[in-house]
């Protein structure tokens, strides 16, 4: 199908307290730094205006370096109508300073999207809401808006926005700490934006990526995917490189640390040397970014701190606390003002240390469940030690021990709520998908009616004049006459035969297991099926080098490719050289497999109804429409897509896309 590629917005990151780069919340005490890299496709952390989700600009496609889109959708809509926009719009800039009301705005935004009559504006809805609950720190509520979402969308064909959820779904598991659960997502999310030839997209999952292997411990990984955003995203806004190289810098700044602890001094001090490298200068950074800013500030400072730059760090948190008040946001104040009091430390100054970490202490108290909390109260807590007040010490160590007791526990029961969540979505979308894949199949109900009728009374009508004129002929002796006429009956009852046995199988749903499937053996198997035609017709076929091997049924996979094959064949006939091409390409989570020919593509009419069952460019009696439906359901029901579009160098390009099998 033909549609239209629009630029949708990016979903907002949010800032998240610290600078998300430098919490050590989430990170697992248990992994191994040294871990084998699982995928070489992966990245960083990205952010984005949060009024951005708001923007839906219908425009030109996203750029893949000339690669045409293999995910067909809908162009972007326009604004949300007035009385649904504007209530999200509004929660959006209460999220901070009044969650309360943000809440009751997107209850009464929602309410209002659930009564209208058109079916976009519900999962649009709820997709800027899923994000606005992200600010409001409630990773459940915005998982929930996610997996009503999604479906929604789905069944719409919006497969951009589709995917813009299931990115979103992949940051609230981080947010919950299901670091596991979000790689998995994310790259789910990569994948498909790899394949809607969207670089920017994609470096924007692999950032999140980047974030997940970090809080298992996997600096290595990070490092590397932090690395890879960065070189996909080289055309991007100043403010978000600076934001990807703050992320780099973070995962040096942590490896570097851990490589010291191991007692690898030279290792480490490479590894800070390289973070110092990729950090821009304080004063090179756009505060006007506002908590994209306040973020790579920050890493700035405490990158400083590790080198003992002094001057470095004083003017980068000077910078940041200026950037802090002008914001008036809780959380970025308390980050300034912890940060000043750990400069204050080091220039020897525990008064004003004291002020400064009790000033953190009274801003984050104000930001819910802000992990920052219990590390200012630490700080606190050695600076009255230090004074001899050991009172005061006590307190705040135990006022310290008391947040963190209990941002664990709202932390757990949130990660077990997000996990029963998802087992639930997962099988609510799987059924989804079955139902609407056996719809599919009946959604033309009139044209397929009539394409029966035309099938079915041609070769009726001509074995009824066969009968009749084999009942004259046998009455005046022609046996050789009678004979040909019976031959003739045989070969239409056989087109009969046919055509009924494909109806029969075209509503069953399919549920043989899944297994590893070697594509080359694949390949092998459906060409030797057509081996009598390619000797009637020469084609030169050529083939991929490297193996893969995906999830599916075997069988079905060889019948796809045999059908696409004989498509190729056909549409190549009278041409004086054939060729067939066969390409694979390995993804995170998904092989593409891409058979090519040479013969004329697809007309823009052709194009659009290709996968329509009783759809045929052939003659009549050739052919029953019924190849391409049947082979992209069959791939559905493995988890997987068949698509199609004009080669650019050529000839009709299908794409078969399946689960990968990882080594």
């Given at each position: 199908?033909?549609?239209?590629r629009a ?54 496609p ?24 504007a209530?999200l719009?509004q929660?959006?800039?209460?999220a ?101 030839g ?8 692999h ?26 995203m ?18 040096r ?24 490298r ?5 004063e ?53 003002w ?18 400064d ?6 801003h ?25 007040d ?15 007791a ?45 394409s ?30 009678v004979?040909?006429?019976l ?10 035969t ?30 030797s ?29 060889v ?59 052939k ?45």
């Open positions: 199908m033909t549609c239209s630029s949708l917005p990016a979903t907002t990151l949010g800032c998240v307290p610290e600078d998300l780069l430098g919490s050590n919340r989430f990170h697992s005490p248990t992994a191994r730094w040294g871990r084998v890299l699982r995928r070489s496709d992966r990245s960083s952390m990205a952010m984005a205006d949060p009024a951005s989700v708001f923007v839906s600009t219908p425009g030109s996203p750029t893949g370096g000339g690669r045409p889109s293999l995910w067909p959708h809908r162009p972007a809509e326009g604004e949300l109508r007035e009385e649904i926009g209530p719009r929660a959006l800039e209460a901070r300073r009044d969650p309360d009301r943000a809440r009751a705005l997107l209850d009464e935004a929602l309410a209002m999207a659930r009564a209208s009559d058109d079916p976009t504006v519900l999962p649009r809805s709820l997709h800027r809401a899923a994000v606005i609950a992200l600010r409001l720190r409630d990773p459940c509520a915005a998982y929930v808006m996610c997996v009503q979402a999604q479906p929604l969308l789905e069944r719409l064909d919006d497969r951009w926005r589709s995917t813009e959820v299931l990115k979103l779904r992949g940051r609230c598991c981080l947010d919950a700490g299901e670091n596991e659960l979000a790689e998995t997502l994310l790259a789910e999310a990569a994948d498909r934006f790899e394949r809607m969207s670089p920017m997209q994609t470096a924007r999952c950032s999140l990526l980047s974030a997940a292997y970090r809080r298992q411990g996997n600096l290595l990984a990070a490092v590397h995917f932090a690395q890879q955003a960065c070189s996909r080289s055309e991007a806004p100043r403010p978000v490189r600076h934001r990807l190289l703050a992320i780099e810098a973070m995962s700044l942590e490896l570097s640390r851990r490589l010291r602890a191991s007692g690898e001094e030279r290792a480490a001090d490479d590894e800070l040397d390289a973070a110092l990729v950090l821009p200068p304080a090179a950074v756009d505060t006007d970014a506002g908590a994209q800013s306040a973020a790579v500030l920050g890493v700035i400072v405490r990158v400083a701190a590790e080198r003992g730059d002094l001057a470095a760090r004083m003017s980068a948190y000077q910078r940041l606390l200026r950037l802090a008040r002008r914001l008036d946001d809780p959380v970025i104040l308390g980050l300034a912890l940060r000043g009091a750990e400069c204050r430390i080091a220039q020897g100054r525990p008064a004003a240390a004291r002020n970490a009790l000033r953190a202490i009274d984050l108290l104000r930001a819910s469940h802000s992990p920052m909390l219990p590390e200012a109260e630490r700080v606190l807590a050695g600076l009255l030690e230090g004074m001899g050991s009172r005061g010490a006590y307190e705040a160590f135990g006022a310290a021990l008391h947040h963190e209990e941002q664990e526990r709202a932390f757990t029961a949130a990660r077990l709520e997000l996990l029963s969540l998802h087992a639930k979505a997962e099988r609510d979308l799987r059924e989804t998908e079955q139902t609407l894949a056996y719809a599919q199949r009946f959604s033309n109900v009139g044209y397929l009616v009539a029966v009728n035309h099938e079915l009374n041609q070769p009726l009508a001509s074995i009824r004049l066969l009968a009749e004129t084999t009942i004259e002929l046998a009455r005046h002796g022609h046996r050789e006459e004979k040909q006429s031959r003739s009956m045989v070969s239409l009852s056989g087109r009969l046919d055509l009924a046995s494909k109806l029969a199988a075209f509503p069953v749903r399919e549920n043989a297991p899944l297994r590893s499937v070697s594509l080359r053996a694949a390949i092998d198997e459906a060409l099926l057509v081996q009598s035609r390619l000797a009637q017709t020469p084609c030169q076929i050529t083939r991929f080098g490297a193996d893969a091997q995906v999830q599916a049924d075997e069988g079905q996979v019948h796809v490719i045999a059908n696409l094959v004989n498509n190729a064949i056909d549409a190549m006939a009278g041409q004086a050289q054939r060729r067939i091409h066969f390409s694979c390409t390995a993804g995170p989570s998904m092989v593409q497999l891409t058979i090519c020919d040479n013969g004329p593509g697809f007309a823009p009419a052709v194009h659009e109804r290709l996968f329509h069952p009783f759809f045929s460019t003659a009549a009696g050739q052919g029953l429409g019924l190849g391409l439906a049947l082979s992209r359901d069959a791939l559905r029901a493995m988890g997987g897509e068949l698509s199609a579009y004009n080669d650019v160098d050529g000839g009709a390009a299908f794409e078969l896309s399946l689960p990968r099998v990882l080594p």
